[in-house]
């Protein structure tokens, strides 16, 4: 039978930090993402309200960097916000003047 060469732990550990290092330096040296560089931080505003078709509680919440607005309502059942709509403000506007 022959043994197996069994790293030390000290040395077992010394050569996973370089393997972590290394993929550290991989992925911090890569390309950024597109939309980190395209997308501004934004700036927020939120109102409560109702929502038309039922009687819970909705969050209007406006990007005003991005300008988009999203409503969001919470699912009592499922302790859940989920989403109602998503405008893109330039967008819209640009719908309602080709309209006129």
Do not use: C
Not at 20 to 43: K, Y
Not at 62 to 91: C, T
């Amino acid at each position: 039978m022959r043994h197996k060469k069994i790293l030390k732990p000290k040395h077992a550990l010394i050569v996973l930090n370089l393997i972590l290092l290394g993929i550290l330096g991989f992925v911090s040296l890569g390309p950024s993402a597109v939309a980190q560089s395209t997308r501004s931080r934004g700036q927020y505003l939120m109102v409560g309200g109702k929502y038309v078709m039922n009687q819970a509680g909705v969050a209007y919440i406006l990007d005003q960097s991005n300008q988009e607005l999203i409503s969001l309502s919470w699912n009592d059942s499922s302790k859940n916000l989920f989403g109602i709509g998503y405008r893109n403000i330039p967008k819209v506007v640009e719908q309602i003047q080709k309209s006129r």
